[in-house]
């Protein structure tokens, strides 16, 4: 059975702390993604990386950075963590490049409140 | 600017009835059009796709629609059940290695 897994369900960071998010697939997809989820707004994407070492910007990067050491790991840290901050942040991996399978598979998500 | 645009935001439909979610999108070079269903705690899952070859893909209750030239898709929910309750997102992308786009979602309550 394929597997995302963020390491916490549920956070709660200060004002001004540096937040890791850490996720892991045992999938041995290439592609990585870093959506934040929240009411009326849908899923926006971070932040991505196609290989290790890589990462390009999403939709909404800003205040956020990524890091890709190795391939099943991709983590998400809040530089200095703000109250506009607080949201759910959901992981998601898909298959290598190719036509046939685009399918995403997402990790249950982090509930993060910034207080 | 928003790519996929998701309608209705909140939906309630009877139990045994039809569940109809329209999005439309801008981008004509996407050709990758997923429904992903998400229940209450959980990251949202695949629930059907589609690509641009067919207009119609259908899988059990679910079907997705696609209009090519109106640039719509949709996904139609027969007898709808009270465990079809969450919350639907339609996501488009380009084939390759684009990410996908997801609309604002809806969310669907099926009340007996």
């Known amino acids: 059975d394929v597997k995302v897994t963020q390491s916490s369900r549920y956070l709660v960071k200060r004002t001004g702390e540096k937040v890791f998010l850490e996720c892991v697939q045992d999938m041995d997809h290439e592609n990585m993604f870093w959506y934040r989820q929240d009411p009326g707004l849908g899923l926006r994407l971070i932040y991505f990386s196609y290989d290790v070492k890589m990462k390009e910007k999403g939709d909404i990067p800003e205040g956020y950075s990524v890091s890709r050491e190795k391939k099943e790991r991709f983590s998400l840290i809040l530089e200095s963590a703000s109250t506009n901050q607080t949201s759910m942040y959901l992981c998601a991996s898909s298959s290598p490049r190719g036509y046939t399978n685009t399918e995403a598979f997402f990790g249950q998500g982090t509930r993060l409140t910034v207080v | 600017q928003q790519q996929v645009k998701q309608s209705p935001q909140s939906l309630i439909v009877q139990k045994g009835g039809i569940s109809i979610i329209n999005c439309a999108y801008e981008n004509t070079a996407f050709d990758y059009f997923p429904w992903y269903q998400q229940f209450p705690g959980k990251g949202p899952a695949l629930l059907i796709a589609?690509?641009?070859?067919?207009s119609e893909k259908k899988e059990g209750r679910f079907t997705i629609s696609f209009n090519k030239s109106a640039k719509q898709f949709s996904l139609h929910i027969m007898d709808s059940q009270p465990g079809d309750s969450a919350t639907y997102f339609c996501a488009a992308s380009v084939t390759g290695n684009t990410p996908l786009v997801f609309g604002k979602g809806t969310r669907l309550s099926v009340i007996a």
């Open positions: 589609i690509r641009p070859d067919v």
